[in-house]
């Protein structure tokens, strides 16, 4: 099984909320990432997590905020958005060490208004 | 600089038309390199990685190859199902993906 889940699969939001992007995988994977991905572009890498721990954080504004609570959970709180941050949000996990190969999730469409 | 550069940036070929796609990099000591198809709106579908010069590997329609500066993806006898954005990505440090090649199979 390589499935990485997401949740929600869609997500409207004004400025002034508060919400999460939740992800789920179930391979044993002990590094998960958060990329944002625009239209027509390649996925931009956002934060690393390896054992539960942030390992990687790419200068991400901290109107994002990543969250680990176990090996196998990893989210993202969301807080006074801007319309420019309306993108998919891709969850992906891995291996840590030897084979790193990630397997994504199907995302999350978010739009920012 | 680390990079990944993939060409063409789109492809439209006739459905049976066979073609490759190529993916060429420059990092100090890769890890794996990876090729992922992408529907539109959709995550990155895992379809192989390589880690060593001369490695290859197929999946149905499609076959990736690897040398020390550039890797392929050979895709025969195309189907319009293939239609996708087909995506390389390199890992050192991190891993750094290209911008992809827009591929489109006319039936």
């Given at each position: 099984d390589t499935e990485v889940t997401q949740t929600p699969k869609h997500l409207v939001m004004g400025m002034t909320n508060k919400k999460s992007l939740k992800c789920e995988q179930h391979?044993?994977?002990r590094a998960m990432y958060w990329y944002k991905q625009k239209a027509k572009k390649p996925p931009e890498l956002m934060f690393v997590y390896s054992y539960e721990k942030l390992?990687?954080?790419?200068?991400?504004?901290?109107r994002f905020s990543p969250e680990c609570p176990n090996s196998s959970l990893l989210n993202l709180h969301l807080h006074a958005?801007?319309?420019?941050?309306?993108a998919l949000y891709l969850c992906a996990s891995s291996q840590v060490g030897g084979k790193e190969t990630q397997y994504f999730g199907p995302g999350t469409r978010l739009l920012v208004l | 600089e680390d990079q990944v550069t993939q060409s063409p940036e789109a492809l439209r070929l006739q459905e049976g038309e066979s073609s490759s796609l190529n993916c060429s990099y420059t990092v100090s000591g890769l890890r794996g390199l990876f090729w992922y198809r992408q529907d539109p709106g959709k995550g990155p579908e895992f379809l192989f990685t390589l880690y060593s010069a001369g490695e290859e590997k197929e999946k149905e329609r499609l076959k990736a190859t690897l040398t020390k500066k550039e890797s392929f993806l050979h895709i025969t006898?195309?189907?319009?199902?293939?239609s996708a954005t087909y995506l390389c990505a390199v890992q050192d440090d991190k891993i750094i993906f290209g911008k992809g090649t827009r591929l489109h199979i006319l039936p």
């Open positions: 391979m044993g994977h390992s990687i954080n790419e200068s991400v504004p901290s958005l801007q319309p420019e941050d309306s | 006898a195309p189907k319009p199902e293939d």
